[in-house]
């Protein structure tokens, strides 16, 4: 019996192939397959039906096919694992353990109708992060529409204007080239399909390209709005550039002396890093404008607490919103939800909905109405403390199972090892 015991214990913690190896090092000659022969011969887990639920859903094989987990929210332990992410199975459930009065769920249509036909008199309870990742996606297109805006106006770019007929003004080019193509050609496909009435799914299973793919055309509106920017990768000498430029700026061009001075204040930079950054600020042309801010920055200083900006970003951030006041009518209603979610103002949800409507911003307008469709639950998950937290922290771990399996095991074997860790 301690043997056996012994074994399970290791199989549990290791699973196959490497709880044998440990099990040979322990002088017990047991396979992988006896390893997990013991753990699916035991028994289930039989806990009590929770009064708070937790439900969201895992990729079991990523893009393809998902399952879903269910949580106490008041243990955040690991009830029970569905084999799909369907209403059916959960309704199912819920219909056979009566007595959850609360479904803390994110927005997905699938979970709100399961937890409607199977628990009718529940309370569902929309994730507070996955209302505060909608906004941020919303401000995202938002601020794309207006990226033009985006722009610091230079003389320079005053001087590209003329009024005589021989000299028409002068606007930006189009991004060109091989890749700037390729993105035209797709986003007018996805845009062709979708008005002949095909789904998106249909499209992507029709062009054997991935759902999100086929949902970034579909979202933009413009194939220009599909080119993603090209940010540079960190290095360690990013910390010390403004330090770099400051003394570039007063006279110090010399790049033994500046690595000398980083060196003493323990930067781990080399000297050939020093240089050649040195030699990009030679190379730059005197009182150059400073590049615009991209979109992604922008939309992270729309979303992000004020007090956690530094008084560049603060400062870049008035002075955008200075220039679009569309931005700056979108910053006031992502302020205004923040307010709401922070203190528990769901009752105020409808005000804002009809202010968001009102001012009729790219994003924002259909996100707010997009709102109504689930209203009684994202009503609750803003004034109620219930969250998805503990379940998004379930599907944490059944992730590093699922790396401890090389993600190759069955649902019965995964749904096992969830519900034993």
């Known amino acids: 019996m301690r043997l056996n015991h012994a074994l399970e214990r290791v199989g549990l913690a290791l699973a196959g ?35 708070v639920l937790g ?3 895992f990729a079991t094989r990523r ?19 569905l084999p799909t992410r369907d209403s059916g199975p959960l309704a199912a459930w819920l219909a056979t353990h009566p007595g959850v009065e609360i479904i803390c769920r994110d927005r997905a249509g699938a979970y709100a109708e399961g937890a409607r036909l199977g628990a009718p008199a529940a309370i569902q309870v929309a994730d507070r992060f996955h209302l505060w990742q909608g906004v941020g996606r919303a401000v995202e297109t938002c601020v794309a529409a207006h990226r033009e805006r985006l722009r610091i106006p230079t003389p ?25 193509q390729g993105k035209k050609a797709a986003h007018a496909l996805v845009r062709e399909l979708l008005a002949q009435g095909h789904s998106r799914r249909a499209i992507a299973r029709h062009l054997g390209w991935g759902l999100n793919t086929v949902l970034r055309y579909a979202r933009a509106s413009h194939w220009q709005d599909t080119l993603r920017e090209n940010r540079p990768r960190p290095t360690r000498l990013d910390p010390y550039k403004p330090y770099l430029e400051r003394r570039f700026a007063a006279g110090c061009t010399s790049v033994t002396r500046l690595h000398r001075e980083l060196l003493a204040d323990n930067a781990s930079v080399t000297h050939q890093m020093v240089r050649a950054y040195i030699a990009t600020l030679r190379a730059a042309p005197p009182q150059a404008p400073p590049p615009p801010p991209t979109v992604r920055q922008v939309t992270g200083w729309l979303t992000r607490h004020p007090t956690a900006l ?3 970003e603060r400062a870049a951030l008035k002075d955008v919103l200075a220039r679009c006041p569309e931005l700056d009518t979108a910053a006031g209603h992502v302020r205004d939800f923040g307010e709401i979610l922070t203190h528990r103002l769901g009752s105020t949800l409808p005000a804002w909905i009809n202010a968001v409507d009102a001012s009729q911003l790219p994003g924002l307008t259909n996100f707010a109405l997009h709102l109504l469709r689930d209203l009684d639950a994202v009503t609750a998950g803003l004034t109620l403390h219930w969250s998805s937290g503990g379940t998004e922290g379930a599907v944490n771990r059944i992730k590093k199972i699922k790396r401890q399996l090389y993600g190759r095991a069955g649902f019965e074997l995964l749904r096992k090892m969830i519900l034993l860790q």
Request: proline fraction near 8%.
């Open 310 to 312: 530094s008084e560049d």
């Open 17 to 51: 192939r490497a709880g044998a190896r440990l099990a040979a090092q322990l002088g017990f000659h047991a396979g992988r397959m006896t390893l997990l022969r013991r753990v699916m011969a035991l028994p289930d887990p039989q806990p009590s039906t929770p009064r």
């Open 55 to 57: 439900v969201d859903d």
């Open 156 to 180: 320079s770019r005053s001087m590209d204007v003329y009024s005589s007929k021989d000299n028409p003004v002068r606007v930006d080019p189009a991004p060109d080239g091989r890749r700037a």
């Open 63 to 81: 893009g393809q096919t998902y399952s879903t987990v269910l949580t106490c929210g008041e243990t955040h332990r690991v009830v029970d694992v």
